[in-house]
């Protein structure tokens, strides 16, 4: 599976990785320098293969390497970040 990096679209509000040249999307608002993360969309043909998970990790890496603090609203985006400990310092 050709899996792009993960790129923010701070115009648009939100974070795109290409995949099979199709878009998963992590889409968020911002205040005051936190980014609420909204929403996580992966295109019907990509779903169930662990390409949300890959998108939202890679979301939640871009924000650790570049000092962005967020809160996850969308209910998967929280339970991926349950997953693994290391994503506890970037959400307040």
């Not at 968020?28 to 295109?43: C, G, Q, R």
């Not at 890959?54 to 871009?62: G, P, S």
């Not at 809160?71 to 929280?78: D, F, G, M, R, T």
Request: a negative charge.
């Amino acid at each position: 599976m050709n899996i792009s990096e993960i790129k923010h679209i701070p115009e648009q509000q939100r974070f795109e990785m290409e995949v099979e040249d199709r878009i998963a999307k992590v889409t968020y608002t911002k205040e005051n320098d936190i980014l609420y993360l909204v929403h996580s969309e992966v295109p019907y043909q990509l779903r169930g293969q662990g390409i949300g998970k890959i998108l939202v990790e890679k979301t939640f890496q871009y924000m650790e390497e570049n000092d962005l603090k967020g809160e996850a609203i969308c209910s998967y985006i929280k339970k991926v970040a349950r997953t693994n400990e290391k994503w506890t310092e970037l959400f307040l």
